[in-house]
């Protein structure tokens, strides 16, 4: 746990709503001690709705690595990740999570995860947007040939 990372994030958060690139949160990924990514959010102004500091800053180490994971790397941001961030912090494979605000700060701003949560929580017949299983055993065959595939790269 380094404080100027969380410093460099929460800059890059001012940084970011400043130059209205969107909402304002900030991330720096860290390996061995040396930042090797920043992000910011950049919802708005790429129009991305997955645009988040987070997911910005791991897209930009991924890229520099030449990796997808990001084992051995540390996240710094200046909130608690929403569901999405998370998700991706952990296909990323990052070690540690340090951030500064929490989702109870962002709710007060107006950056309300509690939605997200519960619609994860519900069965799928009761979520807000319908979700339907169909072609299941024309998917399965796919992953069928994944499985007997030999030169596979695992994630």
Avoid at 95 to 117: E, L
Wanted: hydrophobic share 35%.
């Amino acid at each position: 746990m380094d404080k100027k990372f969380m410093e460099r994030a929460i800059e890059l958060s001012r940084k970011g709503m400043n130059e209205d690139a969107g909402g304002p949160f900030g991330a720096v990924i860290v390996r061995d001690g040396k930042i090797i990514s920043e992000g910011w959010n950049m919802v708005t102004s790429e129009n991305d709705p997955t645009a988040h500091a987070e997911v910005t800053a791991i897209r930009k180490a991924t890229k520099k690595i030449k990796d997808f994971s990001l084992a051995g790397c540390e996240i710094y941001t200046s909130c608690e990740p929403c569901p999405m961030c998370l998700a991706a912090i952990y296909w990323a494979r990052i070690d540690k999570i340090y951030y500064a605000n929490s989702k109870r700060d962002a709710a007060k701003i107006d950056f309300d995860d509690a939605f997200f949560y519960k619609e994860l929580d519900k069965p799928k017949n009761k979520r807000t947007i319908p979700i339907k299983q169909m072609m299941r055993k024309e998917a399965l065959e796919v992953f069928g040939e994944w499985k007997k595939k030999g030169d596979r790269v695992e994630y």
